[in-house]
């Protein structure tokens, strides 16, 4: 038994984001159909009004973040999939941009996986994926951990459709194995200092960035 709650202990501390702050809910003013439309999600123990990022965003998702498993992962998939789909009925031809953190790239992942079929004009940013599918690396640290964190968090996979996907992982334990589990946390807060910046990344990136070096999706 101690052993179990070492291990899902474990899983929780590698999908943490490196905030603490308790999620608050509040109601976010109503986005502009002009330009594209920029949604972002945090990691574990942000908040929707303190998740990291920065730039021109319109919406930050607001979903459970102190316990990194399916169920929140879940959550926070419902709850982008509510909101850019109220934004894309109010602004049908408008570009959406999502982009998340940690525990916050698998809700992003996930969301593009179920949704690419059915929803077009969308591109997708993911930092420190832990269900980011190697090479190059390895996969993400949602594989070893999957049967205790649940579905949908668990596994690595690439099933994005059309939709372009920019993802990011530099020596990170979260989002790849072969990076040993002793860099982790030091590496994973620290090692994305440019990329919380939504306005660098552009509405159509579709590659991987990998310790510092581009590789084609």
């Given at each position: 038994m101690r052993a179990k709650r070492t291990t899902a202990a474990l899983a929780g501390l590698l999908l943490t984001a490196g905030l603490s702050v308790a999620l608050e809910s509040s109601a976010q003013a109503a986005a502009s159909c002009e330009g594209t439309y920029t949604i972002v999600v945090g990691g574990t123990g942000s908040s929707w009004n303190n998740d990291g990022f920065t730039g021109n965003i319109q919406q930050h998702v607001g979903y459970p973040t102190q316990i990194p498993n399916g169920a929140s992962a879940r959550a926070g998939v419902n709850e982008l999939n509510r909101l850019v789909r109220d934004q894309r009925n109010a602004c049908?031809?408008?570009?959406?941009?999502?982009?998340?953190?940690?525990?916050?790239?698998?809700?992003?992942?996930?969301?593009v996986t179920e949704n690419w079929q059915t929803?077009?004009?969308?591109?997708?940013?993911?930092?420190?994926?832990?269900?980011?599918?190697?090479?190059?690396?390895?996969?993400?640290?949602?594989?070893?951990?999957?049967?205790?964190?649940?579905?949908?968090?668990?596994?690595?996979?690439?099933?994005?459709?059309?939709?372009?996907?920019?993802?990011?992982?530099?020596?990170?334990?979260?989002?790849?194995?072969?990076?040993?589990?002793?860099?982790?946390?030091?590496?994973?807060?620290?090692?994305?200092?440019?990329?919380?910046n939504m306005d660098h990344h552009n509405d159509s990136a579709n590659e991987v960035w990998y310790n510092g070096s581009w590789y084609p999706a």
């Open positions: 049908p031809g408008q570009h959406v941009k999502m982009g998340g953190y940690s525990l916050a790239a698998a809700v992003v992942h996930i969301w929803f077009g004009n969308v591109n997708a940013v993911l930092v420190s994926d832990p269900k980011r599918q190697g090479p190059p690396g390895a996969n993400g640290g949602a594989v070893p951990f999957g049967g205790v964190i649940g579905t949908p968090l668990a596994g690595a996979d690439k099933f994005f459709g059309n939709v372009p996907v920019k993802t990011i992982c530099h020596w990170d334990y979260v989002c790849d194995e072969s990076a040993g589990i002793w860099t982790y946390p030091q590496n994973h807060i620290n090692n994305y200092p440019n990329d919380f």
